[in-house]
């Protein structure tokens, strides 16, 4: 089985950019995880296959909280692993630990389909 390379936010991204990225696309989702998160580590695999390749436009940004305390507080992540969906920089969904993308991707198809129509 191969494994998956995430995207990854630079070392060196700021809060200020998140919301930047936020802003200006049509859909972006944060996946807060750690590095010693055997759940976040799991999951992450299925997130990027889900968004892939049912989501596509939605951008992927990956972000461990140890190396972004400050991304972390400002988005209320307690716990870990999070993901926040944003459509249209609002948000829009978000889960924590026991996630169904079955019924995140149910949720997600319909505002997507709307938004990306066209």
């Known amino acids: ?66 190396s972004h305390p400050d991304i972390a507080a400002h988005f209320n992540v307690f716990s870990i692993p999070t993901m926040i969906v944003f459509l249209q920089g609002k948000e829009f969904a978000r889960e924590g630990r026991a996630v169904s993308m079955l019924q995140l991707r149910e949720n997600l198809l319909r505002p997507y389909s709307i938004m990306t129509e066209g």
């Open 1 to 66: 089985m191969s494994r998956i390379n995430p995207v990854a936010l630079d070392s060196d991204m700021t809060l200020e950019e998140v919301k930047k990225i936020i802003n200006e696309e049509t859909g972006v989702l944060l996946y807060f995880s750690g590095q010693h998160c055997n759940v976040c580590h799991a999951l992450r695999p299925k997130f990027k296959e889900t968004f892939d390749e049912h989501f596509p436009l939605i951008r992927q940004l990956y972000l461990d909280v140890e």
